[in-house]
């Protein structure tokens, strides 16, 4: 096997000297030749660059391939027919190893001991996240060093079973495989006639047997290695060591004698710093632009850390301006299988709940086969509220729970839609997760999916015969069948263009005219390489001795073991980084900028500190430390300059919609105008009547922005209210007292029910709730998760939540047997809608409710509110207080309601007793009853409320115009509030406070207003 060995101590020595040559030589004859030839690169864009080089010198391209490590493993596994299983497989069955290392004992004391073992432990996080420790299962069977043996003593049982189902399977390892190659290829006729292998060096220490096998499949090799750096030379010179072990000595190229670098001091540096990714994409691409009007100019590259958003906006900003570029970064796009609904049915078969549900109906295109007549709206709705009556959102207890009302349409077709959904069992095998997933796939239409899970899985289905959890076999299926590829624009599309997008590891082994560095802020680049939970560093360093030896040319010759390789960790793998950053800064001969961010892309309201390497070449170039001042100088003078730039022009445009954008933001923020048609008001009224809840009115002086969004845009938050418990108690205790009067219809006054009455029929409506939930919960169980078994009782926390809800009824059931003089109840009392309430002047306030409870003294018709005396009770489950104190004077019972009333604490129930007298009522009482309050006597006369009548009159202003407004926080830090359904940007609360005040002066907070 003819192998020529050389070291270069530059990619243009090695060009000039070898490469040039080479190609000259063996482009005239490849076309004759039956065997390949070819040049092995280790990345794509290392392959773009010579070609371009060798296109400059005229030489053909026309029988030359090239090769990356991962095309010629393809090639050769081929030659011999051997196979490596995907990633995604072997994730799987390294996942069901560690779930067979999990399996529990029966006893329960067992159980529990075994939970805290740490082989348990380790098998459980494996099984969670397979990835990392697959990616030491790599390292070790690269490095040629056993695993069970020297690995964490946790996981060998893991691996023993990791290797019985490889071996059940067919599959192997890729590094294994890379060995099996060279040695398989021996008895092989050799592929290439000419192999030229180039740009590989100490962190190519995994592929160490792959190169070895193309050598072996090559009648002539040439390999072309590189110096030692000094950022990684102990790494760099095992690796040349080794070569020379086994191929003799190295020769040494020397440097061209026509070629004259610039010293390092004619090399201009230049500092680009951003606010964000977005100012420093545009600083980037006015630098390129600059350098290319330079004549000097030939090959200009612009580096970054790896994919995101950064490489995506410049490479935006250069296709606008039309550049032609070189994207070897690029972005992921969907393919075929990447839709709405895909991802909800994953979603959805690993969490049973409502969300995801609603999420997969909403997805589905063809919903209607499922919904029949049922729209998704209606859908949503009437599902919400059903969580809200029971509080548990599993589908298939909500499947129960609907099909049980059978005199509700819309809930039985409801049931009829969730009970065609079919999910996959908590746990089965292989085979059988593929056999229903066939059926459900069939059901939704997805028959290319299935083609691509059957073509994915047909070779070794039936190996795997081990039960697993569900949620195991629904992330490979999500993997498999993902379809997310990288894509680049057509101006991002030119490999010979003089720019070039890539990352700081394609850009070694590389010549630059002038070069962009990006990205360089702390903990971006160089990335850090965080010390592995499984391997520590100073166990890599001990390993990595004891595969060292001395080679055959003496002392300082050393070299790595015959069927070893280095294992390279996290000090070495940063050693590395930084050998390639000034590798790439060697290689540029002219000039050379440095970007990078101010603030924290994360974090908008924290610096970001520049990388220690940032700092070393700013110290070296302008002889002073860059500290947090002088980062914020060069973001100063980055943005002026910037400003000077054709491209900031042409971004800043002015534009009719840009301008009315101003307009709009300017509006909102006037403190000396009340609320526009920017702030949540109308411009002039619509011929629309608005009916608000009785609820909404109460929110309207706290959050009227929200009220209005829904009354006039028919608009909410669709998110979830993760606070459902307070709402839910409410809704149960409410249900539950509504039973303490026994009327034959509705909106019907009966005679008052003793105490004890009260208490038994409370207590009655309690259990009955409870039990009816307990039955649907045993009939909904075991079918679809393993948290759902037969005979198990209710969740702790349901329970807990219904005892809460039983203990706030009856202590309320408790306050309500209290009262005296007053014979007759009812509850539940329906207002007409809309509920009309005359202001006077022809002013009418329109609303919808429903009371709580009605208390009266004499039967005067029993089902209408025209009589003498009521008290009307409005319940709260929350510690709220009495609406006025018994110990004010009538000065401090005015004020004090009045706070009441512009907070929202009051609204509700001074509707509800204004409709009582619009309804015949003569004198109306008032109360709010809640554990802090009592029932021995009203709290309020109606007449106490109305006597603010500008309050009411400016509700129904509000009413009228349309005009609203914005108050309060659009997000607080520190309590629960809805979230807005629209993008909203906040306002500074005290300006917010100074427009209410004009548009709405008699619903001001006066004591808040205070400084």
Same mark, same amino acid.
């Given at each position: 096997?003819?192998?020529?060995?050389?070291?270069?101590?530059?990619?243009?020595?090695?060009?000039?000297?070898?490469?040039?040559?080479?190609?000259?030589?063996?482009?005239?004859?490849?076309t004759?030749?039956r065997?390949?030839?070819?040049?092995?690169?280790?990345?794509?864009?290392?392959?773009?660059?010579?070609?371009?080089r060798?296109?400059?010198?005229?030489?053909?391209?026309?029988?030359?391939?090239?090769?990356? !490590? @991962?095309?010629?493993?393809?090639?050769?596994?081929?030659?011999? #027919?051997? /196979?490596? *299983? +995907?990633?995604?497989? %072997?994730?799987l069955?390294?996942?069901?190893a560690?779930?067979?290392?999990?399996?529990?004992?029966?006893?329960?004391?067992?159980?529990?001991?075994?939970?805290?073992e740490?082989?348990?432990?380790?098998?459980?996080?494996?099984?969670?996240?397979?990835?990392?420790?697959?990616?030491?299962?790599?390292k070790?069977?690269?490095?040629?060093?056993d695993l069970?043996?020297?690995?964490?003593?946790?996981?060998?049982?893991m691996?023993?079973?990791?290797?019985?189902?490889?071996?059940?399977?067919?599959?192997?390892?890729?590094?294994?495989?890379?060995?099996?190659?060279?040695?398989?290829?021996?008895?092989?006729? !050799? @592929?290439?006639?000419?192999?030229l292998?180039?740009?590989?060096n #100490?962190? /190519?220490? *995994? +592929?160490?047997f792959? %190169?070895r096998a193309a050598?072996?499949?090559?009648?002539?090799s040439?390999?072309?290695?590189?110096y030692p750096?000094?950022?990684?030379?102990?790494?760099d010179?095992?690796?040349i060591?080794?070569?020379?072990?086994?191929?003799?000595?190295?020769?040494?190229?020397?440097?061209?004698?026509?070629k004259e670098?610039?010293?390092?001091?004619?090399?201009?540096?230049?500092?680009?710093?951003?606010?964000?990714?977005?100012?420093?994409?545009r600083a980037?691409?006015?630098?390129?632009?600059?350098?290319?009007e330079?004549?000097?100019?030939?090959?200009?590259?612009?580096?970054?850390?790896?994919?995101?958003?950064? !490489?995506?906006l410049?490479?935006?900003?250069l296709?606008?301006?039309?550049?032609? /570029?070189?994207?070897?970064?690029?972005?992921?796009?969907?393919?075929p299988?990447?839709?709405m609904?895909?991802?909800?049915?994953?979603?959805?078969?690993?969490?049973?709940?409502?969300?995801?549900v609603?999420?997969?109906?909403?997805?589905?295109p063809?919903?209607a086969?499922?919904?029949?007549?049922?729209?998704i709206?209606?859908?949503?709705?009437?599902?919400?509220?059903?969580?809200?009556?029971?509080?548990?959102?599993?589908?298939?207890v909500?499947?129960?729970?609907?099909?049980?009302?059978?005199?509700?349409?819309?809930?039985?077709?409801i049931?009829?839609?969730?009970?065609?959904?079919?999910?996959?069992?908590?746990?089965?095998?292989?085979?059988?997760?593929?056999?229903e997933t066939?059926?459900?796939?069939?059901?939704?239409?997805?028959?290319e999916r299935?083609?691509?899970?059957?073509r994915?899985?047909q070779?070794?289905?039936?190996?795997?015969h081990?039960?697993?959890?569900r949620?195991?076999?629904l992330?490979?299926?999500?993997?498999?069948l993902s379809?997310?590829?990288?894509?680049?624009?057509?101006?991002?599309?030119?490999?010979?263009?003089?720019?070039?997008?890539?990352s700081?590891?394609d850009a070694?082994?590389k010549?630059?005219?002038?070069?962009?560095?990006?990205?360089?802020?702390?903990g971006?680049?160089?990335?850090?390489h965080?010390e592995?939970?499984?391997?520590?560093?100073?166990?890599?360093?001990?390993?990595?001795?004891?595969?060292?030896r001395?080679?055959?040319q003496?002392?300082?010759?050393?070299?790595?073991?015959?069927?070893?390789?280095?294992?390279?960790?996290?000090?070495?793998?940063?050693?590395?980084?930084?050998?390639?950053?000034?590798?790439?800064?060697?290689?540029t001969?002219?000039?050379?900028?440095?970007?990078?961010?101010?603030?924290?892309?994360?974090?908008?309201?924290?610096?970001?500190?520049?990388?220690e390497?940032?700092?070393?070449?700013?110290?070296?170039?302008?002889?002073?430390?860059l500290s947090?001042?002088?980062m914020?100088?060069?973001?100063?003078?980055?943005?002026a300059?910037l400003?000077?730039?054709l491209?900031?022009?042409a971004?800043t445009?002015?534009?009719?919609?840009i301008?009315?954008?101003?307009?709009?933001?300017?509006?909102?923020?006037?403190a000396?105008q009340p609320?526009?048609?920017?702030?949540?008001?109308?411009?002039?009224p619509?011929?629309?009547?608005?009916?608000?809840?009785?609820?909404?009115?109460?929110k309207?002086?706290?959050?009227?922005?929200?009220?209005?969004?829904?009354?006039?845009?028919?608009?909410?938050?669709?998110?979830?209210?993760f606070?459902?418990?307070?709402m839910?108690?409410?809704?149960?205790?409410?249900?539950?007292?509504?039973h303490?009067g026994?009327a034959r219809?509705?909106?019907?006054?009966?005679?008052l029910?003793?105490?004890e009455?009260?208490?038994?029929?409370i207590?009655?409506?309690?259990?009955?709730?409870?039990?009816?939930?307990?039955?649907?919960?045993?009939?909904?169980?075991?079918?679809?998760?393993?948290?759902?078994?037969?005979?198990?009782?209710?969740?702790?926390?349901?329970?807990?939540?219904?005892?809460?809800?039983?203990?706030?009824?009856?202590?309320?059931?408790?306050?309500?047997?209290?009262?005296?003089e007053w014979?007759?109840?009812?509850?539940?009392?329906?207002?007409?809608?809309?509920?009309?309430?005359?202001l006077?002047?022809?002013?009418?306030l329109?609303?919808?409710?429903?009371i709580?409870l009605i208390?009266a003294?004499?039967?005067?018709?029993?089902s209408?509110l025209?009589?003498?005396?009521?008290?009307?009770?409005?319940?709260?489950?929350?510690?709220?207080?009495?609406?006025?104190?018994?110990?004010?004077?009538?000065d401090?019972?005015?004020?004090?309601l009045?706070?009441k009333?512009?907070?929202?604490?009051?609204?509700?129930?001074?509707?509800?007793?204004?409709?009582?007298?619009?309804?015949?009522?003569e004198?109306?009482?008032?109360s709010?009853?809640?554990p802090?309050?009592?029932?021995d006597?009203p709290q309020?006369?109606?007449?106490e409320?109305?006597s603010?009548?500008d309050?009411w009159?400016?509700?129904?202003q509000?009413?009228e115009?349309?005009?609203?407004?914005?108050?309060?926080?659009?997000?607080?830090?520190f309590?629960?509030?809805?979230?807005?359904p629209?993008?909203t940007?906040?306002?500074?609360?005290?300006?917010?406070?100074?427009?209410?005040?004009?548009?709405?002066?008699?619903?001001?907070?006066e004591?808040?207003?205070?400084p």
């Amino acid at each position: 096997m003819p192998v020529s060995l050389h070291i270069a101590s530059s990619s243009a020595a090695a060009w000039e000297r070898i490469v040039f040559p080479w190609c000259e030589t063996v482009s005239r004859a490849a076309t004759t030749k039956r065997e390949l030839t070819a040049i092995l690169t280790p990345s794509p864009s290392s392959a773009s660059f010579l070609r371009s080089r060798l296109l400059e010198k005229d030489v053909s391209l026309l029988a030359v391939q090239f090769l990356t !490590p @991962q095309k010629i493993r393809e090639l050769l596994m081929r030659q011999i #027919g051997c /196979h490596v *299983p +995907l990633r995604e497989h %072997l994730r799987l069955l390294l996942s069901i190893a560690a779930d067979e290392c999990m399996q529990l004992p029966a006893n329960v004391e067992e159980r529990s001991a075994r939970v805290h073992e740490p082989d348990y432990l380790a098998a459980k996080s494996v099984a969670r996240a397979p990835d990392h420790f697959l990616r030491l299962i790599d390292k070790f069977s690269a490095a040629g060093i056993d695993l069970i043996a020297e690995g964490p003593a946790v996981f060998r049982g893991m691996i023993k079973k990791f290797h019985r189902h490889l071996r059940t399977c067919n599959f192997e390892l890729i590094y294994e495989a890379d060995r099996n190659l060279l040695k398989t290829l021996r008895d092989q006729p !050799p @592929q290439f006639s000419d192999l030229l292998v180039i740009g590989f060096n #100490g962190a /190519h220490w *995994p +592929l160490w047997f792959l %190169l070895r096998a193309a050598l072996q499949s090559s009648q002539n090799s040439t390999i072309i290695l590189d110096y030692p750096r000094e950022q990684a030379r102990h790494v760099d010179e095992l690796w040349i060591g080794t070569w020379e072990e086994h191929f003799g000595a190295a020769k040494p190229v020397d440097e061209p004698e026509d070629k004259e670098l610039p010293p390092e001091d004619r090399r201009s540096h230049s500092f680009l710093v951003g606010l964000n990714a977005t100012e420093q994409a545009r600083a980037i691409v006015a630098m390129a632009l600059s350098f290319l009007e330079e004549k000097s100019c030939t090959r200009l590259g612009i580096l970054f850390p790896g994919t995101g958003a950064l !490489p995506r906006l410049v490479s935006d900003l250069l296709t606008k301006l039309h550049i032609p /570029h070189n994207d070897a970064i690029g972005h992921f796009v969907p393919g075929p299988f990447e839709d709405m609904a895909w991802n909800a049915w994953l979603e959805l078969q690993e969490h049973h709940r409502l969300d995801p549900v609603l999420r997969f109906f909403k997805a589905l295109p063809s919903r209607a086969d499922v919904l029949g007549g049922l729209s998704i709206q209606t859908l949503e709705a009437r599902l919400r509220r059903v969580y809200s009556d029971i509080l548990i959102d599993d589908v298939t207890v909500l499947c129960e729970y609907c099909t049980r009302r059978a005199d509700d349409a819309e809930l039985a077709s409801i049931a009829e839609a969730l009970s065609a959904i079919e999910f996959l069992r908590p746990k089965a095998s292989f085979v059988r997760f593929l056999a229903e997933t066939k059926g459900i796939f069939a059901q939704w239409k997805w028959k290319e999916r299935w083609l691509e899970v059957e073509r994915l899985s047909q070779d070794w289905r039936g190996a795997v015969h081990s039960e697993f959890p569900r949620p195991l076999y629904l992330r490979w299926l999500k993997e498999i069948l993902s379809s997310l590829s990288s894509a680049r624009t057509t101006e991002g599309d030119h490999p010979y263009s003089r720019v070039h997008l890539l990352s700081y590891a394609d850009a070694e082994s590389k010549e630059w005219s002038h070069l962009i560095c990006t990205g360089l802020n702390q903990g971006e680049w160089p990335c850090p390489h965080n010390e592995s939970g499984f391997l520590r560093d100073d166990e890599v360093g001990a390993l990595n001795k004891r595969v060292v030896r001395q080679g055959k040319q003496g002392e300082g010759h050393d070299t790595v073991s015959e069927d070893k390789t280095l294992l390279l960790g996290t000090e070495q793998q940063r050693q590395i980084a930084v050998r390639r950053f000034f590798s790439a800064l060697e290689s540029t001969t002219h000039a050379v900028a440095f970007a990078a961010n101010l603030l924290h892309e994360a974090a908008p309201e924290r610096f970001w500190n520049p990388s220690e390497l940032l700092n070393q070449i700013y110290f070296s170039s302008r002889k002073t430390v860059l500290s947090q001042e002088t980062m914020e100088q060069l973001r100063e003078q980055t943005r002026a300059w910037l400003n000077r730039q054709l491209l900031s022009e042409a971004r800043t445009e002015s534009t009719p919609d840009i301008r009315q954008t101003r307009v709009a933001y300017d509006a909102r923020r006037r403190a000396d105008q009340p609320a526009v048609e920017y702030d949540f008001a109308l411009r002039e009224p619509i011929n629309r009547q608005i009916t608000l809840r009785a609820t909404e009115w109460d929110k309207v002086v706290k959050q009227p922005a929200l009220i209005w969004l829904h009354a006039f845009l028919g608009v909410e938050n669709p998110e979830r209210d993760f606070n459902q418990w307070p709402m839910t108690t409410g809704n149960w205790v409410h249900r539950w007292l509504a039973h303490l009067g026994a009327a034959r219809t509705q909106n019907e006054f009966i005679d008052l029910p003793s105490r004890e009455e009260i208490a038994e029929r409370i207590r009655e409506a309690a259990r009955r709730f409870r039990d009816e939930i307990e039955d649907v919960w045993q009939k909904a169980g075991g079918q679809v998760d393993l948290f759902f078994q037969p005979g198990r009782a209710l969740p702790d926390w349901w329970i807990s939540g219904w005892e809460y809800a039983n203990s706030l009824a009856g202590c309320l059931a408790q306050k309500l047997s209290a009262v005296e003089e007053w014979s007759e109840v009812a509850t539940e009392w329906i207002l007409e809608s809309p509920q009309i309430i005359s202001l006077g002047e022809d002013k009418k306030l329109r609303f919808r409710g429903r009371i709580d409870l009605i208390l009266a003294r004499s039967l005067a018709n029993a089902s209408l509110l025209d009589r003498s005396q009521v008290w009307i009770v409005d319940y709260k489950t929350g510690n709220q207080k009495s609406l006025v104190s018994p110990s004010w004077n009538e000065d401090a019972r005015f004020a004090g309601l009045r706070k009441k009333l512009v907070r929202g604490d009051a609204v509700q129930l001074g509707l509800y007793g204004m409709a009582a007298r619009e309804l015949g009522t003569e004198q109306v009482a008032l109360s709010l009853l809640s554990p802090r309050t009592t029932l021995d006597q009203p709290q309020l006369d109606l007449d106490e409320l109305t006597s603010h009548s500008d309050f009411w009159e400016a509700l129904y202003q509000m009413q009228e115009t349309g005009t609203f407004g914005l108050l309060g926080p659009i997000r607080s830090d520190f309590s629960f509030a809805a979230a807005y359904p629209l993008a909203t940007l906040p306002i500074e609360e005290e300006l917010l406070r100074e427009k209410w005040a004009l548009t709405h002066p008699a619903l001001v907070d006066e004591e808040e207003d205070r400084p």
